[in-house]
């Protein structure tokens, strides 16, 4: 079965510290995609970066980096000097190659930057 | 603007009214997708859509959720006879590709904030 965790419900951090958010996944599939999304207070979901499961290369853009890692099942983001705009809900999600059409989700991690 | 627009951004119904939720999806996407989103939570899958056809419908949570998309453009997310676990936010979400989710990059509107009382 598919599955997304993110065990960190709330996190908080003073402006310019770095974060890192956690993601597991679950999925028996051998093909798959990850996403992170970021929701902000005006609800809409944000796009972040998507990731097949045949490239493990981390990713940088900017103060955002993503460190894939398939034998932890473990697909974690980290916010480098974050800023008060970086405060939001982060969503993990996965989607499977085959069959279903579901987008699956974690039940996200709300960041707060203190200024 | 480009996005995925949603409309009404809130509504408040009465128990046993019958809601409708409209979806405009960014021009030229075929995929139409329709998530749940109760507070606290993260989004889950009701519908998909590819153009005018509703491909899966397997999270849709009862009968009293249908939607449509009968031109293959907008598309209608309706609740009959409300009830107050129907209170969530309703996202609906477009892709370019008409291969479902898989590994498409998928664009939501800001949702439909629903509340039943």
């Known amino acids: 079965a598919q599955k997304v965790t993110q065990a960190q419900t709330e996190i908080s951090v003073v402006e310019k510290e770095d974060v890192t958010l956690d993601c597991v996944y679950e999925?028996?599939?051998?093909?798959?995609?990850l996403f992170w999304y970021k929701q902000p207070p005006s609800g809409e979901l944000v796009f972040l970066i998507r990731?097949?499961?045949?490239?493990?290369q981390n990713e940088i853009s900017g103060r955002y980096s993503w460190n894939f890692q398939k034998s932890t099942s473990s697909f974690n983001f980290t916010i480098t000097a974050s800023q008060v705009v970086d405060s939001a809900v982060y969503f993990c999600?996965?989607?499977?190659?085959?069959?279903?059409?579901?987008?699956?989700f974690g039940t996200g991690t709300r960041l707060t930057v203190i200024p | 603007g480009a996005g995925v627009s949603q409309s009404p951004r809130y509504k408040v119904a009465k128990r046993g009214q019958d809601v409708a939720l409209r979806c405009d999806p960014i021009?030229?996407?075929?995929?139409l997708f329709w998530y749940q989103q109760a507070l606290g939570q993260g989004p889950e899958f009701l519908t998909y859509?590819?153009?005018?056809?509703?491909?899966?419908k397997s999270g849709l949570p009862s009968d009293r959720f249908f939607a449509e998309r009968p031109e293959g453009s907008v598309s209608t997310l309706k609740i009959q006879r409300t009830q107050q676990e129907d209170s969530a936010v309703y996202l609906c979400?477009?892709?370019?590709?008409?291969?479902?989710?898989?590994?498409?990059?998928?664009?939501f509107g800001e949702g439909s904030w629903l509340t039943v009382v």
């Open positions: 979400a477009s892709s370019l590709s008409g291969t479902g989710h898989s590994g498409n990059t998928i664009y």
């Open positions: 990731r097949n499961s045949f490239d493990e």
């Open positions: 021009s030229g996407h075929v995929s």
């Open positions: 999925t028996r599939d051998t093909t798959y995609y």
């Open positions: 999600a996965l989607s499977e190659a085959t069959g279903a059409n579901n987008l699956f």
């Open positions: 859509f590819q153009n005018e056809a509703q491909l899966d």
